[in-house]
């Protein structure tokens, strides 16, 4: 083997590549959440341009929710950037109102799918697909499904609230990503005329956005309360404090 070759090696083995990929939890959602923001934009483009070519409310609807969710993405990763090896009660506070803000807006945006959701169970989505791209389509979601559930799982072995907020939004995004191709399969399949499927279409989006919408509030509750428990962990100590000083100064008056 030619030094060049062991001396690059061994520059990928201990370089930012590595450290990026294989770093601690924290750092890896970011790195892979910046490429999901890109793809989010992407497949946002996208839809807009179908929804002006076709003139059709679900792409459009589609479009604009896909790039508010950039915009979160965007706020997550650059706020966990800035704010990373700032003093740790400033970024504290900042994290919390990042945290408060960003929720409250993903709670909305998802609320504001049922009016996509509700022209797609009509049928009312136009479709210009073949199966082969359609199954391609599938298998992407399929991964993405099982990536976004595994790091679910994972996101308590950080005390980032930004970093779980982002996991949360890749596993939505996911779940929306099933629906999208349900709706497609089903289209290329029937052709948009079974009424059977229309009923199956409306009942099965329904509820994975039942489910999209669960999943935003509860991690919510479970954020919040890991935000309160920090905040009273920080105030113990120093009542702590206080309580031991009361006798010294008692002693002193004596």
Same mark, same amino acid.
């Given at each position: 083997m030619d030094d060049s070759e062991i001396k690059e090696g061994d520059i990928i083995e201990?370089?930012?590549?590595?450290?990026?990929f294989f770093g601690d939890y924290d750092r890896k959602t970011i790195t892979f959440s910046s490429g999901s923001f890109l793809v989010s934009v992407v497949f946002a483009i996208y839809n807009g341009y179908l929804g002006a070519h076709y003139q059709s409310l679900w792409y459009g609807s589609i479009c604009v929710y896909y790039l508010l969710l950039s915009v979160l993405r965007a706020i997550l990763i650059i706020s966990n950037l800035r704010l990373a090896g700032k003093d740790r009660d400033l970024s504290k506070k900042k994290r919390r109102i990042i945290f408060l803000l960003t929720n409250a807006?993903? @709670?909305?945006?998802? +609320?504001?799918? &049922?009016?996509? !959701?509700s022209l797609m169970a009509r049928m009312m989505k136009p479709v210009e697909m073949t199966l082969i791209p359609a199954i391609a389509m599938a298998t992407y979601t399929t991964y993405k499904i099982i990536i976004a559930s595994f790091n679910m799982?994972?996101?308590?072995?950080?005390?980032?609230? @930004?970093?779980?907020? +982002?996991?949360? &939004?890749?596993? !939505?995004?996911?779940?929306?990503?099933?629906?999208v191709l349900q709706n497609t399969l089903i289209?290329?399949?029937?052709?948009g005329g079974n009424r059977e499927m229309m009923i199956v279409s409306a009942a099965s989006s329904s509820v994975i956005l039942i489910l999209?919408?669960?999943?935003?509030?509860?991690?919510?509750?479970?954020?919040?309360?890991?935000?309160s428990q920090t905040g009273q962990s920080q105030i113990q100590p120093f009542t702590e404090q206080t309580d031991a000083a009361i006798p010294e100064e008692n002693h002193d008056k004596h």
């Open positions: 201990s370089g930012a590549i590595k450290e990026l807006i993903l @709670l909305l945006l998802n +609320l504001s799918l &049922i009016v996509p !959701i799982k994972k996101r308590k072995t950080t005390d980032n609230i @930004l970093v779980k907020e +982002l996991r949360t &939004i890749n596993f !939505i995004d996911a779940l929306l990503s099933i629906i289209m290329v399949n029937s052709g999209m919408i669960t999943v935003s509030v509860l991690g919510f509750v479970k954020d919040s309360k890991q935000l």
